[in-house]
């Protein structure tokens, strides 16, 4: 008989590794170390989003260890396995994620979502607050300030003698107690002097990158000159006798009582500002803007995205846009633009307006018009005549004038009807275009309109229309005009 089969001897079974654990038992005394208060929560951030891979060639050493003492003792080096699997594709994903988000700059992103710096944060700690206060003198003859925030309120006012003073409410985001004083120390506000000019510095990046922010209230002599440039927080200077300039990128700014020139930079800013007694000069990306009793001239030049307010502007307006570009000579009434529509009452011209996909209605309307819209109807009342050229498209055009005005016709409706209660003039209406001329009273100033896709009515009454009252519950509406293309967002 043959021998029986020698069965080999199993093979030993691998060790577990250590590997994962080690990883872990590092990770959990980190995080020990940041519930304990000992290490901060931010600079553990920064520190996995900078030096994870430091676990991975720990790993790795682990690993190979592991390997050459199997080789020594004629074992097999424990794998992976299916745990360490995804406790190391766990660890890539999350400190990749941790890299990228650590070359976000978050300042800008929570500027641009409009967190307000009293909104909770979760890695930014508790919330101390300090006060402080400084004075010093103030150059008497021809002095001028200049204020710099990166990040807080600053109210200007007027004060009672010759001195400036600062009072300096402060806020800090810190872990503990004694982090927050000393950030406090690091962003004491500075004052410096040169010449004429006094510099108030806030100083909130005094602390690097930790969130601090100091309101300023500042008083100085009503005849001294400001300037201001703010990164983010509310503007506010009453009571100047000399120039006012601001630069924001993120707050509400106002300003009355101004007896010199206004100028406004602003980037998703906006602002309030009446009773200026010289020129007012804005431009930038501007939300809201509101402007009331400007005596001097006023120019707005950029992109502005909601409400446009203006009021009693006694010299002339020039408003320019990627959609809208207007000048008129004087504004004796109100103004209100937005994205869809413009209205304006006691408007002296010339007036020159070309925009799109606005609904305009202008009362009380004196002196030359060149306007120019499309996809939006326009509606005008004249009170005295001057030379009117009006081209729209795709909607309505209602002209009211005078009832004893002069002037000499030529309108033009390319499918579209003419309608006018001026009896001397003569409609002509053909398959597609339709035509009216002929001179009214004595003639004089030359009313001509063109439009394509649309009626025109000439009018009899210079009477303001009222604004049309909104349908009571359960009436149906007038019938809309024809959609047009899709709404922009800016002016």
């Known amino acids: 008989m043959s021998s029986p089969a020698q069965v080999p001897p199993p093979r030993p079974r691998p060790r577990r590794s250590v590997a994962g654990p080690m990883v872990l038992i590092i990770l959990g005394v980190v995080f020990l170390l940041g519930t304990m208060g000992v290490l901060h929560w931010e600079h553990l951030g920064y520190w996995f989003a900078h030096y994870w891979p430091l676990l991975l060639i720990l790993w790795g050493v682990i690993k190979l260890v592991e390997y050459f003492e199997a080789q020594r003792t004629g074992g097999r080096a424990a794998g992976i396995g299916v745990g360490g699997a995804f406790l190391l594709i766990f660890l890539i994903l999350f400190g990749l994620m941790a890299t990228q988000a650590s070359r976000v700059d978050w300042?800008?992103?929570?500027?641009?979502?409009?967190?307000?710096?009293?909104?909770?944060?979760?890695?930014?700690?508790?919330?101390?607050?300090?006060?402080?206060?400084?004075?010093?003198?103030?150059p008497t003859d021809g002095g001028s300030l200049h204020v710099i925030n990166d990040r807080g309120a600053v109210n200007i006012n007027i004060s009672d003698d010759n001195q400036i003073h600062v009072v300096v409410h402060k806020r800090i985001h810190a872990e503990k107690q004694a982090d927050a004083d000393k950030w406090n120390a690091d962003t004491k506000p500075q004052i410096t002097v040169s010449g004429q000019l006094v510099?108030?510095?806030?100083?909130?990046?005094?602390?690097?990158?930790?969130?601090?922010?100091?309101?300023?209230?500042?008083?100085?002599?009503?005849?001294?000159?400001?300037?201001?440039?703010?990164?983010?927080?509310?503007?506010?200077?009453?009571?100047?006798?000399?120039?006012?300039?601001?630069?924001?990128?993120?707050?509400?700014?106002?300003?009355?009582?101004?007896?010199?020139?206004?100028?406004?930079?602003?980037?998703?800013?906006?602002?309030?500002?009446?009773?200026?007694?010289?020129?007012?000069?804005?431009?930038?990306?501007?939300?809201?803007?509101?402007?009331?009793?400007?005596?001097?001239?006023?120019?707005?030049?950029g992109e502005f995205m909601e409400n446009v307010k203006l009021s009693k502007i006694a010299k002339s307006v020039s408003f320019k846009s990627s959609r809208t570009d207007m000048d008129l000579v004087r504004l004796d009434g109100d103004l209100e633009l937005d994205s869809g529509d413009l209205r304006a009452s006691n408007v002296v011209g010339p007036l020159r307006l070309v925009t799109r996909s606005k609904d305009i209605q202008l009362n009380g309307v004196s002196g030359d018009v060149r306007l120019q819209d499309e996809n939006g109807p326009i509606e005008m009342h004249v009170s005295k005549m001057g030379s009117i050229q009006i081209d729209n498209r795709s909607a309505g055009v209602q002209i009211f004038l005078p009832e004893k005005a002069s002037f000499q016709l030529d309108a033009r409706a390319?499918?579209?009807?003419?309608?006018?209660?001026?009896?001397?003039?003569?409609?002509?209406?053909?398959?597609?275009?339709?035509?009216?001329?002929?001179?009214?009273?004595?003639?004089?100033?030359?009313?001509?309109?063109?439009?394509?896709?649309?009626?025109?009515?000439?009018?009899?009454?210079?009477?303001?229309?009222?604004?049309?009252?909104?349908?009571?519950?359960?009436?149906?509406?007038?019938?809309?005009?024809?959609?047009?293309?899709?709404?922009?967002?800016?002016?």
């Open 199 to 301: 510099t108030v510095n806030a100083n909130t990046k005094g602390a690097g990158d930790h969130s601090v922010t100091s309101d300023l209230d500042i008083a100085i002599p009503r005849k001294a000159a400001v300037s201001i440039t703010a990164r983010r927080g509310d503007i506010s200077v009453l009571g100047r006798d000399g120039d006012v300039d601001i630069s924001s990128q993120k707050g509400q700014v106002s300003t009355s009582d101004i007896h010199g020139k206004v100028s406004l930079n602003l980037q998703g800013s906006s602002a309030r500002i009446s009773q200026v007694s010289s020129d007012l000069a804005v431009q930038g990306r501007v939300n809201d803007i509101s402007l009331e009793d400007i005596k001097g001239a006023v120019q707005l030049n």
């Open 107 to 138: 300042e800008s992103v929570r500027d641009h979502i409009n967190i307000d710096e009293d909104d909770d944060c979760f890695f930014c700690g508790r919330s101390y607050s300090y006060d402080d206060q400084m004075a010093q003198a103030f």
């Open 414 to 491: 390319r499918n579209g009807d003419i309608q006018t209660d001026f009896s001397s003039v003569k409609v002509n209406s053909g398959d597609d275009v339709s035509t009216a001329t002929g001179i009214v009273g004595t003639g004089g100033p030359r009313l001509q309109v063109n439009n394509e896709h649309g009626d025109i009515e000439i009018r009899r009454g210079s009477v303001v229309a009222e604004v049309p009252t909104p349908p009571a519950p359960g009436k149906m509406p007038h019938t809309p005009a024809p959609p047009g293309p899709p709404a922009v967002t800016d002016n």
